[in-house]
């Protein structure tokens, strides 16, 4: 009598006939995962400011790091955009208001890492620990050596002075490092008694605001203002420049720390969270600490002119003939919370 498999069976016979192939094929895509050995990162930081240390993170992790640079107003509308479809897994940005925009806006998860909170002291983190600081660049008032003295410099406070009408030159209110520093100063002394500051300050402009930070202390240079007030990076980066007007711009000018008796001068960060939707966070953890670690400060230091967040990290050479300076410790989490009303201030107070 012949023997006849049921459909079942015959079904069930070829199904396990093509288990062999069927694993030769699946295997390779069950084991391997795509993401596995790399991290994309958003980045408002120019390339060549941050890529070489991202390629030495490569080197030593073998994690490829996708780069996607732009302003950093756009890279936050991109990930709202994207939502959970993001490729993003690092966003890293400069400013602690923009830090505080993506906080606000949902786009960050939780950093929970040990060693970020060991190497980077409480101030330069976010108070519900969903970004850390990783450099740190000062604003102090820079001014002209040939017709200012450095003790008739004290504070900030001392810039609405009738000594000053006419000779500060400073970027626009737009500018998010202005918003920050006119922030912190809501933090520390009030919105009413900002107002006021902010309203003296512009009273004592040398011309409506326009250009970057370099353009207000080369215009300290040219003489078309006394006293200006920047960013350290950019200032240390036009002592180094190859530009031999840069150079000679930068020399002609001074640095002052003000509030060395009080608070001390505003600083803000550079900074990194992990996108709320990444698809790689271990990865994007192990990158943010890599950046926190010592080897990437003292590259930021050196390269980029920024101050480490680590204590335990000398400065650059060019930063250290600056000299030292007390800093204020307001929160950083405080200038993102506080943006918002400083901008309605400055707008108040004609800052443009």
């Not at 994690?63 to 479809?85: C, F, M």
């Amino acid at each position: 009598m012949q023997n006849r498999m049921t459909p079942r069976l015959a079904v069930l016979s070829r199904a396990l006939a093509t288990l062999p192939l069927l694993a030769t094929v699946l295997a390779p895509a069950a084991n391997a995962n795509p993401t596995a050995a790399e991290v994309n990162v958003y980045s408002a930081r120019q390339e060549a400011l941050i890529r070489p240390v991202l390629d030495d993170f490569t080197a030593k992790t073998g994690i490829k790091v996708n780069l996607v640079s732009a302003k950093a107003d756009a890279l936050l509308q991109r990930l709202k955009s994207e939502g959970r479809n993001t490729p993003a897994d690092v966003l890293l940005t400069v400013d602690a208001g923009n830090l505080g925009a993506a906080k606000d806006a949902g786009l960050l998860h939780a950093l929970k890492s040990d060693l970020v909170k060991k190497a980077v002291p409480a101030h330069y983190r976010d108070n519900d620990g969903l970004w850390t600081g990783l450099s740190l660049r000062a604003r102090p008032v820079f001014y002209a050596r040939d017709r200012v003295k450095p003790e008739q410099l004290s504070t900030y406070a001392a810039l609405t002075g009738q000594p000053w009408k006419g000779k500060i030159c400073v970027r626009s209110s737009d500018n998010i490092y202005n918003q920050s520093m006119v922030a912190a100063m809501i933090s520390n002394e009030g919105e009413k008694k900002t107002e006021a500051w902010v309203k003296g300050l512009v009273g004592n402009f040398a011309r409506p605001p326009k250009g970057g930070d370099r353009d207000q202390i080369k215009a300290v240079a040219a003489g078309q203002c006394d006293l200006a007030i920047a960013n350290t990076y950019y200032y240390a980066e036009m002592l180094k420049s190859d530009d031999a007007a840069e150079r000679a711009a930068a020399e002609k000018v001074g640095v002052f720390w003000p509030d060395q008796q009080g608070r001390g001068v505003h600083v803000n960060i550079s900074g990194a969270g992990i996108v709320a939707h990444a698809k790689n966070a271990a990865n994007a953890r192990r990158l943010i600490e890599f950046l926190a670690g010592p080897e990437a400060q003292a590259w930021y230091a050196d390269n980029n002119q920024e101050y480490p967040v680590r204590a335990d990290v000398p400065v650059s050479d060019t930063l250290k003939s600056l000299g030292d300076y007390k800093a204020d410790k307001v929160s950083m989490s405080k200038l993102g919370a506080n943006n918002a009303r400083a901008v309605k201030l400055m707008d108040r107070a004609g800052w443009r």
